[in-house]
């Protein structure tokens, strides 16, 4: 599929959009990207400079990824995920070149509005919650809960955030409000949930 066959996405001239993906209405494919057969792509999608989506991949709607990202087979990002440049997701734990684990492949999943900043290591097989935030040239090696702020190599975390992204400070009695949008939250059993 090339972006003359179709009206629905754009695609520039130097990307490679291969048979066999599916592109959503209003994604953007910007210079020498590559979508690979199999790949699901959601509408209304920014795909930047010189990233890959590797076969198998599914990326929701309104997600943005930013330049030189590699998304490999077993990723999963949720609608409104953010992708910072150069981030990198793996997908084998023990990689050797001289040996095929393409059936070892394990599966990452971002769950809906997370981010990931610039230079971040995402280690194959982990969940990253909805809103999270991971920080810039974090390595994540296990689980992130929804809302988290995590930081660091290895990552910890060392807060919560809103669905805006602001900091999250909780009182006495578990609550806490986003000042940018009003948004309000309960954080209860080390789990932080939006109740208004």
């Known amino acids: 599929m090339s972006s003359q066959e179709t009206k629905d996405y754009f ?50 709607n309104q997600v943005k990824i930013q330049n030189n990202v590699s998304v490999y087979s077993g990723v999963i990002c949720e609608d409104d995920v953010f992708l910072g440049p150069s ?36 280690i194959c097989g982990n969940e990253i919650g909805a809103y999270a935030m991971i920080g810039a040239g974090a390595v ?17 975390q060392t807060g919560w955030v809103s669905e805006y992204g602001n900091k999250l400070i909780f009182n006495k009695e578990g609550y806490a409000k986003c000042e940018e949008s009003g948004q309000e939250y309960l954080l209860k059993d080390d789990q932080v949930s939006r109740i208004s």
């Open 140 to 156: 994540v090696t296990k689980p992130v809960k929804p809302y988290a702020l995590v930081i660091g190599n290895p990552s910890r």
């Open 87 to 122: 981030m990198v997701f793996t997908n084998v734990i023990n990689p050797r070149s001289a040996v095929v684990r393409k059936d070892q492949y394990q599966p990452t999943l971002v769950r809906k509005g997370a981010s990931i900043g610039a230079n971040a290591t995402i």
């Open 11 to 60: 695609a520039h001239e130097t990307a490679a959009i291969d048979e066999g993906c599916e592109i959503g209405a209003g994604t953007r494919i910007w210079h020498f990207s590559h979508i690979m057969p199999g790949a699901k792509i959601g509408m209304r999608c920014n795909i930047g400079q010189n990233v890959v989506v590797s076969p198998g991949v599914i990326l929701g």
